[in-house]
Nanobody
């Protein structure tokens, strides 16, 4: 059974930083693309970032480019999202996600609140 467990969210002031983690199990972590997706209050989910299995290339939505960094440790089966220079509009629940053989898997999410 695929399991994704996010952690690291919290309350941070604008301009601050947080590092999210996603512990993966139940599948070969290094063999799949991994993504971060967020959902702000009253809005639909929006894709944030991805790391590709094929070449470990990283990809970002324009609104986080230059502020967020995605990475993973295949020995710890853990995905990360380093978030710097956070803005009020980054407030959301952040989910890690992967598609294993056509089946979408999401974690339970971790709440990030950016507020002064």
């Amino acid at each position: 059974e695929v399991q994704l467990v996010e952690s690291g969210g919290g309350l941070v002031q604008p301009g601050g930083s947080l590092r999210l983690s996603c512990a993966a199990s139940g599948f070969t972590f290094g063999a799949y693309d991994m993504s971060w997706v967020r959902q702000a209050p009253g809005k639909g989910p929006e894709w944030v970032s991805a790391i590709r299995e094929s070449d470990e290339s990283t990809h970002y939505a324009d609104f986080v480019m230059g502020r967020f960094t995605i990475s993973r440790d295949i020995y710890k089966d853990t995905l990360y999202l380093q978030m710097d220079n956070l803005k009020h509009e980054d407030t959301a629940v952040y989910y890690c996600a992967t598609d294993t053989g056509g089946h979408a898997n999401w974690g339970q999410g971790t709440q990030v609140n950016v507020s002064s």
